[in-house]
């Protein structure tokens, strides 16, 4: 069984794209990515041949176009998004459930730059 990501390893990236099959031709023919749609989330995932691997999206009107947004792993979203703010920090979007996957927030550095951090839901012990 492959290991866990640990407490501050990235996990996951995403990439706004305006054109979302136009941008899978070009990654897939450049790197060899695979991809899987994610349809009740309007959402593609990429398969990289090794990880993290990450996502494609097209961006909502009022959301930036541009930049790659990092996922962080993290052991508790609610602990981390605290030590976010009191070192500087501003949580942007709130913990935010992926069903079935885990947990989300996304941040901003008291440098101005944004990222996210992730907690996935605990696998049942094999």
């Known amino acids: 069984m492959p290991e866990e990501p640990k ?23 450049v790197f060899g990515w695979k991809f899987e749609e994610v349809p009740e989330m309007e959402y593609t995932l990429f398969y ?14 009022d959301q930036p176009s541009t930049g790659v947004l990092n996922h962080i792993n993290v052991d508790s979203v609610d602990e981390t998004s605290q030590k976010i703010e009191d070192l ?6 709130p913990k935010t459930e992926v069903p079935k996957i ?5 941040f901003q550095d008291p440098d101005g730059s944004t990222q996210a ?3 996935a839901t605990p696998r049942p012990e094999e």
Do not use: R
């Open 7 to 29: 407490h501050g390893s990235f996990t996951h990236i995403e990439i706004p794209v305006k054109n979302k099959e136009k941008s899978k031709e070009f990654y897939g023919e």
């Open 48 to 61: 990289a041949p090794d990880p993290p691997h990450g996502g494609l999206f097209v961006p909502e009107k």
């Open 88 to 93: 500087g920090g501003k949580i942007l979007v």
């Open 102 to 106: 885990g947990w989300f927030a996304v």
């Open 117 to 119: 951090i992730f907690e």
